[in-house]
């Protein structure tokens, strides 16, 4: 049909859907389209909903596509739902960012990075439906092999584990290093005497020195009063 529009048939689909809807799920709605025509209407409604005076935007979340509510607007949709977010403990935030960074990953490696037993912690996340069960790896024991689930990258809005932001940009930097100053002393400059193309770090930090005393005789043995 030439007057077909996919758009309208998308906005619906996205409403109603409580989790996010692949590409491939929606060709196989939508057969009088085409994955072209359907990734067309996407970027219409994409584009649609960004802008600022709009309260929801289709974001692409878990491999899918699903309408969400703008961050902005948060503090009143939680006066609406009432609901409870979310809790993980530092304890159970640590092990899964272990198991989202080094995944597919087995307990004993999690535990040698923590170095304490991770199995309840686990077990926690495993009943919350953030981290899943993989299988098993052809070693001895067999032991059980841990990764992330969908809803996982649901609750952190990604789309996928390679939208992770890069350990180098979330490790705070390196604390500076301290001098004691039993090893180290700094000559006393005035600013007038520095220059920084005349004198250098080196020669302001000097090491500290002991003056060596030269050996003194014992006194004298003094008699009983």
Do not use: C
Request: hydrophobic fraction near 35%.
């Amino acid at each position: 049909m030439d007057d077909f529009d996919v758009k309208p048939i998308l906005e619906s689909l996205f409403f109603i859907s409580d989790s996010p809807i692949r590409v491939e799920a929606l060709v196989e709605i939508l057969p009088e389209s085409n994955k072209e025509d359907i990734l067309e209407g996407i970027r219409r409604i994409q584009a649609e909903y960004g802008d600022r005076s709009k309260g929801i935007e289709l974001a692409e979340i878990a491999g899918g596509y699903q309408f969400r509510t703008k961050p902005g607007w948060a503090e009143w949709v939680h006066r609406l739902k009432k609901a409870k977010a979310v809790k993980l403990s530092p304890a159970a935030l640590e092990t899964l960012a272990i198991v989202a960074y080094r995944q597919p990953v087995i307990r004993p490696a999690i535990e040698e990075i923590r170095g304490v037993d991770t199995g309840s912690v686990l077990h926690t996340l495993l009943e919350k439906g953030l981290v899943k069960i993989m299988g098993r790896k052809e070693m001895p024991g067999r032991p059980i092999v841990y990764g992330t689930t969908k809803a996982f990258l649901e609750l952190f809005s990604l789309n996928s584990v390679s939208d992770l932001p890069k350990l180098q940009e979330i490790q705070p930097p390196p604390a500076p290093q301290e001098v004691s100053p039993r090893e180290t002393s700094f000559q006393e400059t005035s600013p007038q005497e520095m220059s920084p193309q005349e004198t250098s770090t080196e020669e302001v930090l000097k090491p500290e020195t002991e003056e060596v005393l030269p050996p003194q005789d014992p006194p004298a043995d003094e008699g009983e009063e």
